[in-house]
């Protein structure tokens, strides 16, 4: 019960790493607020939040909107008086180039990716620096560290992420704000038979690419999940700042 008593907001909890974190923070004794776009699988995510033993809410909401942030912020104090706990993990992924990228789903990206992030969190530190307390975790990814093919508005917004995660920290942490990142290698959500299809590949074509790293596979949502919770934990209690490689060893060469 690592997170006994408290309450976290996470974004996109309504799939892969999302929900899975999402569930684990339940497990271990946090109330949880989720948001995204869509109603059906909110309620699904929502089932596994009560069925891990917690108490949660969906808010329907898009963190491209301002609006729509801060009335997840009011709905989830409203719900539970405090939000202890951050993780801003709401992203979409198109795989292109850049003379490829159509300037709509450019701006898609960075909107959610690294907009959404800085949209969030700035309705939420308020609370946060009132309380004198708050962890928050971003997730970035292993492209943000490093570069990958076809991935430009991706690998963009992802190292927008890694320094906008750096300069939260350096600001808040004499408020009592941790701030630091994960950073995940290939895990399997939705995000990526999505992209094998783009780039037209069969699930198993991809797959083989992708395991091409030191531990020869991709990631499980509940993989990053445990790493989201130790950085949102008190085990990380002298950690502010940093970006959390979990990537089976992608980034290692
Ligand atoms: N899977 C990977 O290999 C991998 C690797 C590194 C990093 N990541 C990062 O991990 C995070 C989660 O991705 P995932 O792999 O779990 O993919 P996913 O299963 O597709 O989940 C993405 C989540 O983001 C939400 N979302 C997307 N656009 C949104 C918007 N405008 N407003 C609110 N919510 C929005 C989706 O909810 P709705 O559809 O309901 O809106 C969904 O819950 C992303 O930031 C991604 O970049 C993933």
Not at 36 to 65: C, P, Y
Not at 114 to 134: D, E, F, R
Not at 142 to 149: H, K, P, V
Not at 192 to 205: C, M, V, Y
Request: proline fraction near 4%; aromatic fraction near 6%.
């Amino acid at each position: 019960m690592r997170l006994a008593g408290k309450v976290a907001l996470i974004t996109g909890g309504t799939s892969g790493i999302g929900r899975a974190t999402a569930v684990l923070f339940a497990r271990e004794g946090a109330r949880v607020a989720i948001t995204g776009r869509d109603e059906v699988r909110g309620r699904v995510a929502l089932h596994d939040i009560k069925g891990a033993g917690s108490e949660g809410i969906f808010v329907r909401a898009d963190v491209r909107s301002a609006d729509d942030c801060r009335r997840t912020v009011d709905e989830t104090l409203k719900a539970f008086k405090k939000i202890d706990v951050l993780f801003n993990n709401a992203g979409v992924f198109f795989p292109h180039t850049v003379p490829d990228c159509p300037e709509d789903e450019w701006d898609q990206t960075i909107d959610v990716n690294l907009k959404g992030t800085y949209l969030m969190s700035k309705c939420v530190l308020p609370h946060m620096i009132a309380q004198g307390s708050g962890v928050i975790v971003n997730n970035s990814s292993g492209w943000g560290l490093a570069g990958g093919d076809a991935a430009a508005a991706y690998c963009a917004s992802k190292g927008g992420v890694v320094l906008l995660t750096k300069a939260m920290a350096i600001d808040h942490g004499r408020q009592g704000i941790r701030v630091n990142c994960v950073c995940p290698g290939d895990v399997e959500t939705p995000m990526l038979p999505e992209d094998a299809k783009q780039r037209g590949l069969s699930w198993e074509e991809y797959v083989k690419g992708a395991a091409n790293r030191p531990l020869g596979r991709i990631g499980r949502p509940e993989e990053i999940a445990r790493a989201v919770l130790f950085l949102a934990s008190e085990d990380a209690s002298f950690m502010t700042g940093s970006s959390l490689v979990v990537d089976g060893g992608g980034t290692a060469d």
